[in-house]
Every structure is written in C-alpha cells, then in structure tokens.
C-alpha cells in the first residue's frame, strides 16, 4: 500500500486482491456498505475462480490514511445494512425484501424492489436491524440450512422489531442446493417485480415458548463470525495439501492452514532467522486453535505431522546404534581412565593430572531424539534442551495438557510463561539455581501449536499471568465456526493424495537438512539471515503502518495492543516460513511471499479483535456461566444457596460469588425465582430459583 497515493475503492479492491488474483480469481463485485447518511463504512470484495467455483470475499475498510482488508469496528448498535440509504428512502409501507448475500439484493433491486441484507448466512447477530423497525417483510432464504438457518434469525429479530415477517417457500421454487434468487432469476430471465411478489410464501409457524414466557437472553454478547481464512495463502506446497484435507477431512479451513503452518514451521525454524533493518526474528511460529470436540482437529494434526513423525522416527532408529557405540567409547574412556589412575597411584599420585588431560573429557552422549513434545513446564524444557536437538516445538491437539498440567499451575504459570517468551524471542532459556549456579542456553528455537477446546481456550484467553506476561500475543489466534453436521462421506484415502505426499516430502526434506550450528558447538544454532527484498520491505512496512495505526485510542487494534504490535513480526516470521519451504537455499524473502503472509498474519489478528471479548468477560457473567453449565449437565432443574455452595461449581461456593452470579442469570432469564419458596432436600428454602433447561434457552 502507498499511503501517499489516492486511490478509487475498485483500485484499491484489486491491489488488496491481488495475490488472488495472482492465483486465477476473477473479480465479480464491489459492494459498498453505507451509512444512514450515504457515507462509505466499508466495501465487501467479491471474486470467483473460474476454474473451480472457488470464491474469495474479503471486506476492505479506509483506514484514514489507506484502504485495507477488514471491517471498521461496528458500533454498539451494530453493522449497517447493505443499501441502507436506499431502505430508508423507500415508502414505509413498501415490502422490504430479505436476502442472503449483497448480489441477491442487487439482482432485486433492479426489479425496483426494495431489498437488504446483512451480509453471509452467519451475520444476522451482527447486524444493526432497526431501521426495519415496524415494516412489512419478506425474507427469500437460500435453499440450503445455513439459508433457512439465517432466514430463523433474521425472522426472530425482526419480529422483536414489531415488523409483519413473511418468508418464501424456497422449497417450491425448484432451486438446486444452495440456490438462491439469483439462480431463480437466471432461470426466469423475464420474472419483473409481479412475478417475484408473487412468489408462494410459507406458512407461519409461529415460535411459542414454555408458560408464554420470553426464551432467555445469552450471558455474553454474541461473538461475530470470522472472516474467510487465507487458504491461498499458504504457497504451491502448502495449499493443495490444506485442499486435499478440506476435501476428504472436511474439518474447518483455520484449523487445516494452521496445522500446516505450524508443521512447516517446526521443519524449518533452524535453517534460518529474519532480519528487518538490522533486527533479527527466528522463524518460530506460535499458534493456539480453538474448535469443539467432533471437529477432527486430531485428525488434522496427524496429516500436518506426519513429516515430523516420520523424522522423528528416523532419529530414534539413530539413536539406538548411537547408544550403543556411546557405550562402547564410555567403557573404552573408563578403562583409560582407571588405568592412568592405577599408575598414578603407584607414583603416589605424579602424573595423574597430566594423564586425564590427555584423556579428555568423557565422549558425549547421542542427542535425545525427539522433535515435539506434548506436554511440558519450564523446568521440563531447559532441560530437555540440554539434551536434545535445539529445534524442537510443543505440538498437542489436547491443549487441556498443557493449560490444565503442572507448567500452567497457579504457581508455576508465571515461570513457564515467561520462559516460553524468551525462547519466542531470542532462542535463548537461562536458569539460575542454589547448587547449579546459573546456566544460559543460546542458540534454540521452540515452534508451538496447541488445538483446545472452547472451554479450554476461554479460560486461557482470560488468565492474566498469560496475558500480562505475552504469552498469548504471541500466538497466532483461531477459533472458526465448525463444519460438523455438514459433511460429506469420503471414500478418498490421503496417503494416496499426490498434493499431500509432495507436502510430506517436502517438510521431511527440510527436517533432514543438517542445522546450522556455531562453531565447536552440537547444541547452538547459528542460522543465517534472510532479507527482504526492496519490495517486499514496501510491503512489510504498509503492515507496520496499518497495525500502528490501528492501535490509537478508538482505533480497530486498540483494544487488541498486545497482538497488533506483534503483527508486523509475525508477517516477517510467516513470511520467512513460506520462503523456506518453497526453496531451502533462499537467502531473499520476495514481495509475493511477503504479501501472502501479511494477509496470513492480518488474519489472525483480526481474530484476536473478534475474539476480545472472551477474554473481557467479567468475573461475574463467567460464574454465571459455570453456574448454568453444572446445573444443565447435572440437571438440576431448581437451586438454593446452601445446595449451590456444597455441590456447585468451585467458583461460586462463595456466598458473594453465588449471589453475583444467580443474579446475572436471573436478568439474562435463565434463572426465575420462585414466590415463598420452596420445600426441598428436607427443609423450607426461602429463595429458590427455576433454571431454565438448555432445549428452551435455544
């Protein structure tokens, strides 16, 4: 980007897009999200692979000094509508038509008709719905479930809203899968405004929830969805095996270019660092996933790894001949040993000091063959890096090992943490204890991915020791919607995919590749340097200067400091990965290298804006929420004090933590209390609650 030069919103659409362009996409659309007053808030880029139907859509904001990919922060209200100047110019009495996707509502506005949407079948909860307030409505649903899905959300906003709610019955339409008004429209090309109102509706099935009461509230404000993750950003070796496991796994797009990142990382975080304007970086990456159980994060890993596992493997077939002659040199430099001590004890002791000189130290034992490990504290790693191979990473798709075992303790968190950072750093771990003295390790590398689950992650993402110390800013954030209930059977088997055995052979070969050591030196990594190219130095800084700029007080980054202010890093990083893996004797990082993993990189921290607000939840809404979550898995229907402070949660046995937190349910309407009270476990309780099951709270 070119802060200097002005550029139109379709000049600036195809520069942003230009990497998927690069890669054979079409641009399709630009479409212009505005105010009530017709002011631009942000424009959504649309294009197409022709190839393959492949879509690519991204939302680009003018950021006051330059326009980059990203959505500005919505406000409290919500994101504006598509067309909204147009809605409001309408006559109030006009029906407003609801579609799924900014072409759909183009295609019915040029039959006059008066049409918005929020965006894609997962924006409903963002959107900013009451300019629609008391208006007639009808909503066209894609013909698939996330349409009528969107379609149900939609439908109950708007009814909150007082408006008249009418719904097309897609399934009389005779639309493919997926099909939507533009389908319809293609294949009715005379169908005018006429035609379209008088499309046949569904019948209303109005919603009725227990006793006539309103269904409860969410404790925390809804996250909004994710923005598309990059695919074609990971290179021509990385993204046919992420489409080959799209393909046959079918688990989400983060967790498939994550896993693979994360792999490429740990194959090459020796071979080389990243130098920016005299400033060295290693290579390492850090990233923490998130995704529920059932959404094969495991299976994932285990095709991302296979390289690892297979080097891994290697080293330890190694590692058993060279016990073996380690044994032998050891018995050979014993038996030198006690002989020069046998003669020098016949000389009274002369000689003795010269003679072990010339033995030399015992002969070293074979480095440990390990390349990952699962689980670990800080006192783990220093001395496992004094053993063992100084690239190594902490891989585990059960993060529950590493935030719930003995390293992240409440009192060993803070050590760990800040071990962790140092070795994200500079490669460098040092200890200092009564009997050792101090030790310093120089010259490692420690690649880390942990896949968690929801409730893993959140407790994470709250702790502060993790926090404060930057632990997690410098983690690379994921946390995609799930793909479960909408996959196929696959009969495809992927040791037989020619994508992913190029892939595998590619991370085995940089894994085998001998590590540049300093001199004298089996355990101390002295990599070289790769540089940036002039332009992709251009490129880098348009990455600085958008994430510092984010960072002013209002500004999209500022809630987000820790994260954006390692951004700029963490491209260079990425970058210096990509670079490596497409060519291992590199010593440039190019401009298209750089340009991919900048979008990588913005990526994910546009994740952590999205997800900031797990991370602020107060202390109460998340007693609250422990408090809902053992009552519907133990199925307590009816609470009280005393049962909740003996049996309850850990965190609200506290009488102050109790009240704080029924009180939060109570207003969200998961909890009601019952009049006079109650009768139970043997006794007259004075203030008892009904909780809400969880069937009715959907």
Request: net charge negative; with cysteine.
């Amino acid at each position: 980007m070119n802060a200097v030069v002005i550029e139109t919103p379709k000049d600036a659409a195809r520069r942003v897009a230009a990497s998927c362009i690069r890669d054979g996409f079409k641009p399709e659309a630009l479409h212009e999200y505005r105010d009530a007053q017709g002011n631009p808030v942000f424009w959504r880029i649309r294009c197409k692979r022709p190839s393959d139907g492949d879509k690519w859509i991204r939302p680009m904001r003018w950021d006051g000094a330059v326009y980059v990919i990203g959505e500005p922060p919505a406000p409290d209200a919500g994101k504006p509508l598509y067309r909204l100047p147009e809605l409001l110019a309408t006559n109030p009495d006009a029906v407003v038509w609801i579609v799924e996707g900014e072409a759909c509502a183009d295609a019915l506005a040029k039959l006059d008709l008066t049409a918005t949407t929020s965006g894609s079948a997962d924006s409903a909860d963002a959107a900013d719905w009451t300019p629609l307030q008391g208006r007639r409505m009808r909503i066209w649903p894609d013909h698939d479930k996330a349409g009528a899905g969107y379609a149900d959300k939609v439908e109950s906003r708007l009814r909150a809203l007082g408006c008249a709610v009418e719904r097309v019955d897609v399934d009389t339409l005779d639309l493919p899968a997926k099909g939507d008004c533009v389908d319809w429209l293609k294949s009715h090309p005379d169908a005018d405004a006429v035609d379209v109102l008088s499309l046949p509706l569904a019948e209303e099935m109005p919603a009725e929830s227990p006793a006539g009461r309103s269904a409860p509230e969410p404790l925390r404000r809804p996250t909004p969805p994710p923005e598309p993750y990059p695919l074609e950003s990971l290179g021509e070796v990385l993204r046919p095996a992420a489409e080959a496991i799209k393909r046959v796994i079918q688990a989400p797009d983060a967790i498939i270019g994550g896993s693979l990142l994360a792999a490429a990382s740990l194959a090459v975080q020796g071979q080389a660092d990243v130098q920016i304007d005299g400033r060295i970086h290693p290579l390492s990456l850090w990233l923490l996933s998130v995704a529920q159980s059932g959404e094969r994060k495991s299976a994932v890993d285990a095709e991302a790894m296979r390289a690892a596992r297979v080097f891994e493997a290697e080293l330890t077939q190694g590692y058993e001949l060279e016990s073996t002659l380690h044994e032998q040199d050891m018995a050979q430099w014993q038996a030198r040993v006690d002989a020069a001590k046998s003669d020098a004890k016949k000389k009274k002791g002369e000689g003795l000091k010269a003679a072990l000189h010339a033995i030399g130290p015992p002969p070293p034992a074979p480095l440990l063959p390990r390349v990952t490990v699962a689980d670990f504290t800080a006192e783990g790693i220093f001395k496992l890096m004094q053993v063992s191979r100084p690239a190594l990473g902490a891989f585990t798709d059960e993060a529950a090992l590493v935030f719930g075992g003995h390293g992240m303790s409440k009192e060993t968190v803070m050590r760990t943490a800040g071990t962790l950072c140092k070795l994200w750093d500079r490669g460098e771990l040092d200890r200092v204890r009564a009997g050792d003295g101090a030790m310093k390790l120089q010259g490692r590398r420690f690649a880390l991915h942990l896949l968690a689950q929801p409730v893993i992650a959140e407790r994470a993402l709250s702790d502060d020791v993790l926090a404060g110390q930057g632990f997690l800013a410098r983690c690379l954030l994921a946390w995609p919607e799930g793909t479960a209930g909408w996959r196929t059977l696959s009969d495809e088997n992927m040791r037989d995919d020619v994508a992913m055995q190029r892939m595998v052979d590619v991370l085995l070969s940089r894994f085998r590749q001998e590590l540049p050591l300093a001199e004298g030196k089996r355990q101390e990594l002295e990599p070289r340097a790769l540089r940036l190219s002039t332009e992709a130095r251009a490129v880098w800084a348009d990455v600085y200067s958008a994430t510092e700029q984010g960072m002013r007080q209002g500004g999209r980054f500022a809630q987000v400091q820790a994260w954006a202010s390692k951004t700029p890093e963490q491209a260079a990083r990425i970058a210096g990965v990509l670079t490596l893996i497409d060519d291992p004797a590199a010593q440039v990082i190019s401009a298209d290298a750089m340009d991919r993993a900048a979008e990588l990189a913005l990526w994910h921290l546009n994740e952590a804006v999205r997800l900031a607000g797990t991370a602020e939840l107060s202390p109460d809404v998340r007693d609250a929420e422990a408090l809902l979550g053992w009552c519907h898995e133990s199925g307590r229907e009816v609470i009280y004090s005393r049962l909740v402070m003996n049996k309850g949660p850990n965190r609200t046995r506290e009488r102050e933590a109790f009240q704080r937190a029924v009180r939060e349910l109570e207003h969200a309407g998961w909890a009601l209390p019952v009049n006079g009270g109650m009768t139970l476990d043997g006794g007259h309780r004075r203030h008892v609650w009904r909780i809400v099951p969880y069937s009715e709270g959907q």
